[in-house]
């Protein structure tokens, strides 16, 4: 059984900075490109950052360049989304999702997803 469980959230101030974990169990993990997405009440689900099967390369939406980074060990089996500067706009519910192969921006056609984790961020 896949499982995808995401941790790290909270409600913090602005500026701040807050640190995404996204465990995995039960999937080839070095087969798979890995993302974070976040969805906001009232608004669709949207691509964040994402990772390469190895980790060499990374992707960013333009809102959190600069500010996010993405790593992540097979070793492990896991993911990280390093999130500093954080601003009211990254309020959401951050999930992690997986994919074979390739990273992609649209949530659709990702395979496996985590529950989510709340990020609030107050001003």
């Known amino acids: 059984q896949v499982q995808l469980v995401e941790s790290g959230g909270g409600l913090v101030q602005a500026g701040v900075s807050l640190r995404l974990s996204c465990a995995t169990s039960?999937?080839?993990?070095?087969?798979?490109?890995m993302a974070w997405f976040r969805q906001a009440p009232g608004k669709e689900r949207e691509f964040v950052s994402g990772?390469?099967?190895?980790?060499?390369?990374?992707y960013y939406d333009d809102s959190v360049k600069g500010r996010f980074t993405i790593s992540r060990d097979n070793a492990q089996n896991t993911m990280w989304l390093q999130m500093n500067s954080l601003k009211p706009e990254d309020t959401a519910v951050y999930y992690c999702?997986?994919?074979?192969?390739?990273?992609?921006?649209?949530?659709?056609?990702?395979?496996?997803w985590g529950q989510g984790t709340q990020v609030t961020v107050s001003s």
């Open positions: 990772i390469s099967v190895r980790g060499g390369r990374t």
């Open positions: 039960g999937l080839p993990f070095s087969n798979f490109a």
């Open positions: 999702a997986a994919k074979r192969l390739v990273v992609h921006t649209t949530a659709r056609v990702y395979d496996y």
